[in-house]
C-alpha cells in the first residue's frame, strides 16, 4: 500500500474488462439520447448539468469504453456521481441498463489508472476479513464516543486531512457499542459448526412449522444497526422460522458499484462456498441492497450463481406469509422504496402490505421510489450532490404528516436520518421488521 495507486491488472481483470465492455457496448448501442430520462434522474434534478443524466453519462462511457483517449477530467465525475439508482431504466423506451454501463465504465477507469490505496485497502483487506473490519469500526466508535472525532471535526482536522472524513463523521451519529453478531447468543441462539463452516441456529418456536432460513447479515445492519437485525430475527422466529447465520462475508456490492468486478466476483465466489454447507428453504436479508445483489449472484458465477439467487428474498417477501401481530391503536406511517430492493428485486407490494397487515394507516409518499442520495457510500464519496438529493426526499417526507418513516434498507435509514437532523422533518426512521417489531410486542 505504499503507492497511492496500483496499476497492475489483477487475476480475471482483462478478461472480466473484455466481457463487461462487450454487454455495456451492447446497452449503448440501444440508447437513443431521448432525453425520457431527464424527467427522473435526481442527479440531474440536482444539477441540471447534461452530463449528469443517462443519456450524457452514456455518450461519455461510450466513448471511453471504446477505446478514445479522454482526459479524467472531461469523464470521470459524470460517471462515478451517478447513482446507480435505476431510475432511467424504468422510463427508457429500449430499457437501456445505465447502472450496468456506468459499472463497466469506472472498471474501464480503473484498469486504465489503477485502483487508489484506499479501495485497495477496502475492498482487498477489510470486506473479506469480517474480523478486521469489525474491530476498525469499533476503533470509530471509540473515537465517536470519547468526543475525538468532534473536537478533530471542530478544529478542521478531518476536511483537512479528507473532505470525505468529515462528511462520514457528521453522517454517522454514533457506533454501537455491541454489533449484532455479538447479539445473537441472548436472542437464543446457539454456535454450532458444520464443517469447517460457523454459524448461529436459532430453533423453530414448539408447536410452529415454518420454513428453514439462513439469514444474510449485511455489514450496515451488523454494524451500524444492530436493533433493525433484531427485530427481523424476533419477527422471522415468532412466525415459526428455524433460522440459520453463518459467518459469511460482505454480499460484494460496494466493490461491484465502484466497478472493482474482481473484488466483488471474490467475495460472491467465498460466500456461496459459504452458504452451500446449509440446507434451507431460502436465504433471506433485511438489507434491500444486499437481496437485490444476492439476486446478482448467477451474473457474476454462472449457473451455481442462478441457482443461489433463485432462493434470495427480502425480509419483507417472507414476513407477507407469515402470521403477523396487529396494533392496538393504528399509527401513520409513510415508506420509502430503496432502489435496489423496489427496482433490482422488484420489491414494491410487500413491504406495504406488511405494515398495513401490522394495523399502520399508510401514508403514500410522494416519489417514494426516487433515491434518497444514500447510494451505499455515496455520501460519503459525494456530499454535496448527495444533499441536494436527500433535501428533496426530506421535503416530500414532511409533505406526509406521517411522524414514522419506514423503509428497508439500513443505508437508507442512515441517510434519512441524516436528513432529519439536517432538514427536518422531525420523524423517527425505521426498519419495516422494527415496526412489525412493535405490534408484536403491543
Known amino acids: 500500500m505504499s503507492d497511492a495507486t496500483d496499476h497492475r491488472p489483477r487475476a480475471g481483470e482483462l478478461e472480466g474488462q473484455a466481457d463487461h465492455t462487450a454487454h455495456a457496448l451492447d446497452e449503448l448501442l440501444r440508447c437513443n439520447r431521448c432525453g425520457f430520462c431527464v424527467s427522473v434522474c435526481p442527479t440531474y434534478r440536482a444539477t441540471l448539468n447534461e452530463l449528469f443524466v443517462a443519456r450524457g453519462r452514456n455518450f461519455l462511457a461510450d466513448r471511453l469504453l471504446r477505446g478514445e483517449?479522454?482526459?479524467?477530467?472531461?469523464?470521470?465525475?459524470?460517471?462515478?456521481?451517478?447513482?446507480?439508482?435505476?431510475?432511467?431504466?424504468?422510463?427508457?423506451?429500449?430499457?437501456?441498463?445505465?447502472?450496468?454501463?456506468?459499472?463497466?465504465?469506472?472498471?474501464?477507469?480503473?484498469?486504465?489508472?489503477?485502483?487508489?490505496?484506499?479501495l485497495r485497502f477496502f475492498f482487498d483487506h477489510l470486506l473479506p476479513n469480517p474480523r478486521l473490519l469489525r474491530r476498525v469500526v469499533?476503533?470509530?466508535?471509540?473515537?465517536?464516543?470519547t468526543g475525538l472525532s468532534s473536537l478533530a471535526r471542530s478544529l478542521g482536522l478531518l476536511r483537512w486531512?479528507?473532505?470525505?472524513?468529515?462528511?462520514?463523521?457528521?453522517?454517522?451519529?454514533?457506533?454501537?457499542?455491541s454489533f449484532l453478531r455479538d447479539r445473537l447468543h441472548r436472542l437464543g441462539f446457539r454456535r454450532t459448526e458444520v464443517g469447517a463452516t460457523a454459524a448461529w441456529v436459532l430453533p423453530r418456536p414448539k408447536g410452529t412449522?415454518?420454513?428453514?432460513?439462513?439469514?444474510?447479515?449485511?455489514?450496515?445492519?451488523?454494524?451500524?444497526?444492530?436493533?433493525?437485525?433484531?427485530?427481523?430475527?424476533r419477527v422471522l422466529n415468532a412466525g415459526g422460522c428455524e433460522l440459520v447465520v453463518p459467518e459469511h462475508l460482505c454480499c460484494g456490492l460496494p466493490p461491484f458499484s465502484y466497478g472493482d468486478l474482481d473484488a466483488a466476483r471474490l467475495l460472491a465466489t467465498r460466500n456461496l462456498e459459504i452458504l452451500s454447507h446449509f440446507q434451507a428453504d431460502g436465504i433471506v436479508t433485511d438489507c434491500g441492497s444486499c437481496a437485490a445483489f444476492l439476486s446478482r449472484y448467477g451474473e457474476l458465477?454462472?449457473?451455481?450463481?442462478?441457482?443461489?439467487?433463485?432462493k434470495v428474498?427480502?425480509?419483507?417477501?417472507?414476513?407477507?406469509?407469515?402470521?403477523?401481530?396487529?396494533?392496538?391503536?393504528?399509527?401513520?406511517?409513510?415508506?420509502?422504496?430503496?432502489?435496489?430492493?423496489?427496482?433490482?428485486?422488484?420489491?414494491?407490494?410487500?413491504?406495504?402490505?406488511?405494515?398495513?397487515?401490522?394495523?399502520?394507516?399508510l401514508i403514500e409518499l410522494p416519489e417514494a421510489d426516487w433515491c434518497c442520495g444514500g447510494?451505499?457510500?455515496?455520501?460519503?464519496?459525494?456530499?454535496?450532490?448527495?444533499?441536494?438529493?436527500?433535501?428533496?426526499?426530506?421535503?416530500?417526507?414532511?409533505?406526509?404528516?406521517?411522524?414514522?418513516?419506514a423503509t428497508s434498507c439500513p443505508a437508507c435509514i442512515i441517510q434519512l436520518s441524516y436528513g432529519v437532523r439536517r432538514f427536518g422533518p422531525k420523524v423517527e426512521v425505521l426498519h419495516v421488521a422494527q415496526l412489525v417489531a412493535r405490534a408484536l410486542a403491543d
Not at 469499533?138 to 464516543?145: F, P, S, T
Open 209 to 233: 412449522a415454518g420454513p428453514r432460513l439462513v439469514y444474510f447479515i449485511g455489514c450496515g445492519t451488523d454494524l451500524q444497526l444492530p436493533e433493525a437485525g433484531e427485530a427481523a430475527l
Open 138 to 145: 469499533r476503533l470509530v466508535g471509540l473515537g465517536k464516543r
Open 301 to 310: 458465477l454462472g449457473p451455481s450463481g442462478e441457482a443461489f439467487s433463485a
Open 161 to 177: 486531512i479528507n473532505v470525505r472524513l468529515e462528511a462520514a463523521d457528521a453522517l454517522v451519529e454514533s457506533i454501537p457499542r
Open 69 to 118: 483517449s479522454l482526459a479524467e477530467d472531461d469523464y470521470a465525475e459524470p460517471v462515478f456521481q451517478c447513482l446507480l439508482c435505476g431510475a432511467c431504466q424504468v422510463v427508457c423506451r429500449s430499457s437501456v441498463k445505465t447502472d450496468e454501463v456506468m459499472v463497466a465504465a469506472r472498471h474501464r477507469h480503473w484498469c486504465n489508472r489503477g485502483r487508489p490505496a484506499l
Open 313 to 361: 428474498f427480502d425480509f419483507a417477501e417472507v414476513a407477507v406469509n407469515l402470521p403477523l401481530p396487529r396494533l392496538r391503536s393504528s399509527l401513520r406511517v409513510t415508506y420509502h422504496d430503496p432502489c435496489h430492493l423496489v427496482r433490482g428485486k422488484s420489491v414494491r407490494d410487500e413491504p406495504r402490505e406488511v405494515l398495513r397487515r401490522c394495523g399502520y394507516e
Open 375 to 405: 447510494a451505499g457510500t455515496y455520501n460519503i464519496m459525494h456530499p454535496q450532490l448527495s444533499l441536494s438529493v436527500l433535501e428533496r426526499k426530506m421535503r416530500n417526507i414532511g409533505t406526509t404528516g406521517a411522524p414514522v418513516v
